[in-house]
């Protein structure tokens, strides 16, 4: 890891005395930081008016070694856990919602190949030829900068674990045949492989979440396309652009997990669904950051006047203070005990969690836009990107606001089994 002496202006989110944070922790969000403060803060604006995907950025997550930070360290990464990793995306998210975003997508493929896979149950030859299997895949992310993404959605319910997923992929010698569609799906046009789940055809049965196959597919290989605009509210950088598949053969080698792991890993590592949520964190300080340096008369771009003096403001301030820490204390909470086969009080701790952060993101900015004015609505500001970007959160599958709501109700009133 690279220690570069940088003049950091902005507080660690996280302080490592009071959130007792391991030293491999302090360093990597410091990393993460000080990219955040002299390199990603300088191009959101632009990432957003143009809806450009940031690639500068990942050019440089790269360089300091991020774009391997859960690939482990005996395959050359960081071997950052779930909650290093959420620590230090929430630092990037602080200076460029998109980037952070995105480079989820992008880490995810390691996570769950890497840590989240080790914790399942397979037996010593499947996990045997599995770690052989994600070498081919972390040497070119490392070697590369090779760029990873993950889409989802299809417009279904398959995302949120309800059906198996419509794209296919049929077995033909030497690997695949797909066919599918994934919309909303980040990365599109700049990812160098896209990590597809689909579910598998077996001969005489039906599709089946047990099937679903976590394939990576090489962005110029025949029959891939990407389709429509890309012209949302927020999140602009994050080029979410639809992906068609006709006939693309993908060999056996693109496999990044073997099948029927990430149904398993679904269905035990839940809290692997929490990983958009650190982008929101990072939107939820910046809103407050930017608040108190426009108070205080220090916000670049603006003139030094202060406007800390009228008590009105300071209310504002401190209810989002009271509402930034809420939201930082259960999430710290939820990724601090991440694990496989978490207790039904942990799950239901992960809902709240995502719940708690995706709305309240957003209604810190809310605060942030009536507390600083009408020229914090001007695009030459970030808090109007802020409360742009922290918008979308609760739009995300797996597990947008609405299904967390509507989940953690039933496993809240029902048992397991039990139904009226």
């Known amino acids: 890891m690279k220690k570069n002496i940088i003049n950091i202006i902005d507080e660690p989110m996280f302080e490592a005395k009071a959130y007792k944070l391991s030293n491999k922790e302090k360093i990597i969000c410091s990393i993460a930081r000080k990219l955040g403060i002299n390199k990603f803060s300088k191009r959101a604006e632009k990432y957003d008016n143009e809806a450009s995907f940031p690639t500068e950025n990942y050019k440089d997550l790269h360089k300091a070694g991020l774009l391997a930070i859960c690939i ?22 602080r200076y460029c919602g998109a980037t952070a975003l995105t480079w989820n997508m992008h880490v995810c493929s390691t996570l769950w190949t890497g840590s989240l896979a080790d914790d399942l149950n397979m037996s010593k030859e499947f996990h045997k030829n599995h770690r052989k299997q994600r070498k081919i895949h972390y040497e070119r992310i490392i070697k590369k900068g090779a760029i990873y993404s993950q889409p989802f959605s299809e417009g279904g319910n398959a995302a949120a674990g309800a059906s198996p997923f419509s794209t296919t992929a049929e077995p033909v010698k030497g690997g695949w045949k797909i066919n599918g569609k994934k919309i909303f799906a980040s990365l599109s046009g700049h990812a160098s492989y896209y990590g597809i789940l689909c579910t598998e055809i077996i001969s005489n049965k039906k599709p089946s979440q047990k099937n679903t196959l976590y394939l990576a597919i090489p962005a110029n290989a025949k029959g891939v396309n990407v389709v429509g605009e890309w012209n949302p509210l927020g999140m602009r950088g994050t080029i979410s652009r639809t992906l068609t598949f006709e006939n693309v053969f993908v060999a056996k080698k693109e496999s990044l997990m073997p099948r029927g792991m990430y149904f398993e890993a679904a269905k035990r590592w839940p809290h692997m669904f929490l990983t958009l949520s650190p982008t929101y964190v990072g939107l939820a300080q910046a809103a407050l950051d930017f608040t108190i340096k426009y108070l205080r008369g220090e916000a670049p771009n603006t003139p030094p006047i202060k ?22 204390s259960i999430w710290f909470q939820s990724i601090s005990e991440a694990c496989v086969d978490p207790s039904p009080q942990q799950i239901k701790r992960a809902y709240a969690t995502q719940y708690t952060v995706m709305e309240g993101a957003h209604r810190i900015a809310q605060l942030a836009i009536r507390t600083c004015g009408g020229q914090s609505m001007l695009k030459s500001l970030p808090l109007e990107r802020i409360f742009r970007d922290s918008r979308c959160g609760s739009l995300m599958l797996p597990w947008t606001a609405e299904i967390c709501l509507d989940r953690l109700g039933k496993i809240s009133l029902y048992k397991s089994g039990e139904k009226d």
Do not use: D, H, W
């Not at 071997?79 to 929430?90: I, N, Q, R, W």
């Not at 008590?311 to 939201?327: D, F, G, H, S, Y």
């Open 307 to 328: 406007r800390r003096m009228f008590p009105t403001k300071q209310i504002a301030v401190a209810e989002m203070q009271v509402l930034l820490e809420n939201l930082k």
């Open 72 to 93: 482990p360290e005996i395959n050359g990464g960081l071997g950052a856990s779930f909650k290093t990793y959420c620590l230090a995306a929430a630092e990037v998210g």
